[in-house]
């Protein structure tokens, strides 16, 4: 087993932690909680918090980190564009930069492609057949032109997307001057975006896996169990075992000190083994998938979003 601070080196030379990230999405009722999880995740060796302007989390990692001793140096903060704020880019990037109190951010990403119309105070506006109120009024190309401005204050180590997929991705790089860093996907061996995988390889962007345990789905998946029987360790340790093997960045959530020292002991699985962990892919989502009834993803159809060449297959 192994818990050692891997990097990954990102297209600008920027290095990120591989293994050793730490979500930080809370449900509005559990936020006063977060400072103690987060700096709890410090002390047990995380060096990458994930966080979104949207979680409300900012001032409570920004507090861990401080609270943590940890030069900030050592640790890699990434926080999100909200949906509703592409036409916002500068003025929300500050907004989070002093909620984080860190001094710079090591990497911004836009969270989704989709932009919401912005109405203050209400982050998620619906129409009245209670879908998303999307906006065309400005687009993803637009705001990545105002992320790259970004990169000339020093403020930002990197940026990136987030759920992008080979379609946004395409459309993205018509006016983009930098390409991102990272696409931060939902990203398991129920889900393994092996196509997206090759693609941003070819690009040289890093991919970064949320949701990457795919929950109990994937934890009580008989063969994920059986390995884990193999190889003394827990279900969820196999799981980012696999991640590790593909050099996949993850930044798994626990707030619970136990969990998160096992998270980051990874066994060494055979080439035998991680292979048929490759072959659980079905293309099943699990944390955002298309609305039941809509068939959207927060505002999007599949195929806008580029999610539909990949369809679950269960
Ligand atoms: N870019 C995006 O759109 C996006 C979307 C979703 C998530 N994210 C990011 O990714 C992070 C992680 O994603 P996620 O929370 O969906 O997935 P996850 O980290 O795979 O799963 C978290 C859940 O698993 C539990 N858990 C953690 N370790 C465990 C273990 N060893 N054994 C059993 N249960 C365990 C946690 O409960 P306990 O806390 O009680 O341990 C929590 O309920 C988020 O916090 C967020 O930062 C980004």
């Known amino acids: 087993m192994t818990s050692s601070i891997r990097k990954v080196k990102l297209n600008n030379g ?14 509005p009722e559990t936020r006063d909680k977060v400072k103690d999880w987060i700096l709890s995740a410090l002390k047990n060796g995380y060096r990458h918090i994930d966080t979104a302007y949207i979680y409300g989390t900012e001032k409570a990692v920004g507090e861990a980190i401080k ?24 003025e929300s990037f500050n907004t989070s930069l ?48 105002e992320m790259e401005k970004l990169l000339q ?17 395409e459309k ?13 996907v939902e990203l398991h061996p129920y889900l393994a975006q092996n196509e997206l995988r090759d693609y941003c390889a070819k690009k040289g962007i890093a991919l ?27 279900p969820t340790q196999i799981i980012f075992a696999w991640h590790l093997s593909r050099n996949t960045i993850i930044v798994p959530k626990s707030e619970n000190s136990e969990r998160q020292k096992e998270n980051i002991t990874i066994p060494a699985l055979s080439e035998e083994d991680l292979g048929k962990i ?7 989502r699990i944390c955002n998938k298309a609305h039941p009834t809509t068939g959207q993803v927060f505002g999007w159809t599949l195929e806008q979003l580029g999610w539909e060449t990949y369809p679950p297959k269960l």
């Open 67 to 90: 609270a943590s001793g940890i030069p900030r140096e050592e640790i890699f903060v990434t926080t999100k564009l909200p949906w509703n704020h592409q036409d916002r880019v500068a």
């Open 153 to 169: 204050t020093g403020k930002v180590r990197a940026i990136g997307v987030s759920n992008f997929s080979i379609k946004t991705l």
């Open 98 to 145: 002093e909620a984080l109190g860190t001094g710079y951010i090591d990497l911004y990403l836009i969270h989704w492609p989709q932009a919401i119309v912005f109405e203050e105070g209400n982050p998620l506006p619906r129409n009245p057949d209670g879908s998303f109120k999307t906006t065309d009024k400005v687009n993803f190309n637009d705001a990545w032109a």
């Open 14 to 27: 920027v290095e990120i932690p591989i293994i050793v990230g730490s979500g930080s999405y809370a449900p």
């Open 278 to 284: 490759w072959g659980l892919d079905r293309g099943q």
């Open 208 to 234: 970064t896996a949320y949701t990457p345990s795919g929950y109990s789905v994937v934890r009580d998946d008989p063969l994920i169990v059986s390995l884990a029987e193999k190889y003394k360790a827990t």
């Open 172 to 184: 993205l790089s018509m006016t983009a001057k930098v390409t991102p860093a990272v696409n931060q």
